[in-house]
């Protein structure tokens, strides 16, 4: 079975810096993987996923994630944090033989920013 | 396009009584998986519905139970509530297909049991 481990369970930054949040997979084949935001009291929002093809993949809001097989990690990053970034992030894998829609979490990590 | 939506938004029930939330996915979507959220065991995959069909099963018991009609639209059950049970249910809706196989989710129920 796969596994998602962040392990950041907190980040403060400053507005305006650069932010890089970390998510480690295990799982033997190539994953379908995803990154979340959850702002409080809300559901999950998309910001960006991997299937396939290009490692670095491009989402919303400036926010990229590299897919690093040698490495089995998917970090997000963002060149330049504001305000409303402040929330809490998830990262997941699917995998096809648990079902790529049965999505394994991690525990997730909370972004606080400092103006 | 309208979002995932669920009903109701919040819910308070006494322990041993039962529940059933509701979900109503985006137009077109054809797959409902829902997950709950707390703070000790963080998001866990509950199940998904693909054509009325249940397709996967989280590590849940029988307790949790659920089901899709024939326009998409699913509910969760829960019977004899536990303390335990207190969570946000998130319901989440795909297409699905290929590279679009992407879920997206509603604001989620919060259940209080007391």
């Known amino acids: 079975a796969q596994s998602v481990t962040q392990p950041d369970i907190h980040i403060t930054v400053s507005e305006g810096a650069s932010l890089e949040l970390r998510c480690n997979y295990s799982y033997g084949a190539t994953p379908y993987l995803f990154w979340y935001v959850q702002s409080p009291g809300q559901g999950l929002q998309l910001l960006l996923k991997y299937f396939s093809g290009d490692t670095l993949v491009q989402g919303i809001k400036g926010f990229e994630a590299e897919f690093k097989r040698s490495q089995s990690s998917f970090n997000l990053r963002k060149p330049s944090v504001h305000w409303s970034d402040a929330a809490e992030y998830f990262c997941a894998v699917g995998a096809e033989d648990t079902g790529r829609r049965a999505l394994t979490f991690g525990s997730g990590t909370r972004l606080q920013v400092q103006p | 396009k309208a979002g995932v939506t669920q009903t109701p938004r919040y819910l308070i029930k006494t322990r041993g009584q039962q529940v059933t939330l509701s979900c109503s996915p985006i137009?077109?979507?054809?797959?409902v998986s829902w997950y709950q959220q707390t703070p000790g065991q963080g998001l866990q995959f509950l199940f998904e519905y693909f054509s009325e069909t249940q397709r996967n099963k989280g590590n849940f018991p029988g307790r949790f139970s659920g089901r899709q009609f024939s326009n998409s639209r699913s509910e969760m059950n829960v019977s004899t509530l536990e303390l335990g049970d207190s969570a946000l249910y998130l319901c989440a809706s795909s297409v699905p297909s290929g590279d679009t196989d992407t879920q997206y989710f509603g604001p989620g129920t919060r259940l209080t049991v007391l």
């Open positions: 137009s077109g979507h054809r797959s």
